[in-house]
């Protein structure tokens, strides 16, 4: 059960990255750009804790899921400071 809401979470912040991506598309809002970067790299996130948790339990994947989570808040706080109006 577990398992299923790893790779849920991994879905629906993949899915959000899309949607925002397409919204970024149709209305050239920065902000939706960086967004959408952030989620995809909060998808990426979730898809490391699915593989450190569940199909590779003994490599401690631990800092590449921070790295990974750290870079993509940067992205959406680079968007929030200077890409927001």
């Known amino acids: ?6 790779i849920l979470g991994t879905l629906v ?3 959000c990255a899309v949607l925002l991506a397409r919204g ?8 939706l750009l960086w967004s959408s970067v952030c ?3 909060l998808s990426i996130s979730n898809l490391l804790v699915f593989l450190d948790i569940s199909v590779l339990p003994g490599v401690d994947l631990y800092p590449a899921r921070l790295v ?3 870079i993509a808040m940067m992205f959406l706080l680079y968007g929030l400071i200077w890409e927001g109006e």
């Open 1 to 6: 059960m577990a398992d299923a809401v790893y």
């Open 13 to 15: 912040a993949l899915a």
């Open 24 to 31: 970024y598309i149709t209305g050239r809002k920065k902000l």
């Open 39 to 41: 989620f995809f790299g």
């Open 68 to 70: 990974t989570a750290a």
